[in-house]
């Protein structure tokens, strides 16, 4: 006869995400018994759009792999957030548009895109017939017509377009 002991899992906090290790495997609440002495490694898993923020309980530290002994009843909490979202707010003078890749941004129509803290996004000025792309400033720079970046905080970009000119006269 061996004693064995039980782990209770769970999850919490704004984010979502899966435990997984020996003999678990969670999604919101779980629980498994284990041998005296046994040790049971979890690994705290976030699904998209959220990120693992920390262990609580018999488990602690921001690591998403943890170790517990099984010498008593066990209770162990991961805590999932939900991954940061930043404005990207652009804007034009003149006559063209900007759109975003992902999407999001379409201007002059859709101006401003939520994207999650680390996303790449690139936005391409297109003018309008007439008219030719003559530069950014704010988050971007430059007279290329695509601008790429990374998200990690509120940012803002003015596409600038100029009128074509005719052609001096002969």
Do not use: H, Y
Not at 73 to 92: E, G
Not at 119 to 125: N, R, S
């Amino acid at each position: 006869f061996e004693t064995s002991f039980g782990l209770s899992v769970s999850t919490q906090g704004a984010g979502a995400g899966t435990v997984t290790g020996d003999g678990i495997s969670c999604g919101n609440d779980c629980g498994a018994s284990f041998v005296a002495g046994a040790e049971v490694v979890l690994q705290a898993d976030a699904a998209p759009g959220s990120v693992f923020s920390r262990w609580e309980g018999d488990c602690t530290g921001s690591s998403p792999t943890c170790r517990v002994v099984m010498d008593a009843t066990k209770n162990v909490v991961a805590v999932f957030d939900l991954v940061p979202t930043f404005n990207l707010q652009v804007s034009t003078e003149g006559s063209g548009s900007v759109q975003s890749s992902p999407g999001g941004i379409n201007c002059p129509t859709d101006c401003t895109g939520s994207f999650a803290t680390g996303t790449g996004v690139t936005l391409e000025a297109n003018p309008d017939l007439g008219w030719t792309f003559a530069g950014w400033s704010g988050s971007c720079s430059g007279v290329a017509r695509t601008c790429s970046m990374t998200v990690n905080a509120p940012g803002s970009a003015t596409a600038r377009f100029e009128p074509v000119l005719p052609p001096p006269p002969p």
